[in-house]
Nanobody, 128 residues
């Protein structure tokens, strides 16, 4: 059974860092484009980043560019979201999602319907 499981969410102080993990089972992550989305209370779920398979592009939302980095460890069948310079505006539930289209596209990676598989989410709270 195909499954994505996020982990690494935590309470962190402003300016701090976290690394979120997205582990896949039942399929090979490198065959998929993997996006991170987040949803803050009372807000729409928004796309944060998208990493293509090994040879494709990576995209970031303007709100996280320069602070967040996504990477793959194919040996572990896991994708990571490295977050630095966290602010209260980054507080949200973070989700990873898999698209069998292999490549991320700047114009469509934030469209939720593109993704076949979703994780259950991991909570990030940025507060002093």
């Amino acid at each position: 059974q195909e499954q994505l499981v996020e982990s690494g969410g935590d309470l962190v102080q402003p300016g701090g860092s976290l690394r979120l993990s997205c582990a896949a089972s039942g399929f090979i992550l490198d065959d998929y484009a993997i996006a991170w989305f987040r949803q803050a209370p009372g807000k729409e779920r928004e796309g944060v980043s998208c990493i293509s398979n090994s040879i494709g592009p990576t995209f970031y939302a303007d709100s996280v560019k320069g602070r967040f980095t996504t990477s793959r460890d194919n040996a572990k069948n896991t994708v990571y979201l490295h977050m630095t310079g966290l602010t209260a505006e980054d507080t949200a539930v973070y989700y990873c999602a898999a698209d069998s289209g292999h490549y991320c596209r700047r114009s469509t990676y934030t469209i939720r319907d593109r993704y076949e598989y979703w994780g259950q989410g991991t909570q990030v709270i940025v507060s002093s």
